[in-house]
């Protein structure tokens, strides 16, 4: 994830997008899912570039024999970039299902509330354009059963 905020590779993204590629990084669905390419350009761009980075750090550590990172799954980057984008829950969950994502609402809940920590870190230390976008999409995340279901 550093090395994404360090090449630029999210600068780009609004702030559904920016949840759907951070999902990408840390919420992992509890099964694979065959998730379709993105039909956004800049969200499609920057998967792309996302997964050239991880080839990238995973050949570091290897290199260096250190534990690898995991690897990315954006399964619930579609759901993310749904529920940011102001989309009902129940709509989020069939669209999961029909997508083979098997995803209850407290899966979504746990994911949301991992993607709002790291929304939340970016919003701190990224580019001034891009902490914006990351503090957009807090406020845009934080709602519904995830506001609800906050500590």
Known sequence: MSECLRRGVWRVLDQAGLAAMVAT????????????????EALRVALTETESVAKDVAGVERDHRLPTTPDLDAGLAPV???WVSGGALSSILAASWQEGVELTAG?????????LDVLAQIGQVAEPELARTARSAVGALRRGVVLDHMA
Do not use: I, K, N, W
């Open 25 to 40: 990084v840390v919420a992992h669905p509890r099964t694979e899912s065959a998730v379709r390419e993105p039909s956004d």
């Open 107 to 115: 899966d979504f809940v746990r994911s949301a509330r991992l993607v």
């Open 80 to 82: 993310m970039h749904h």
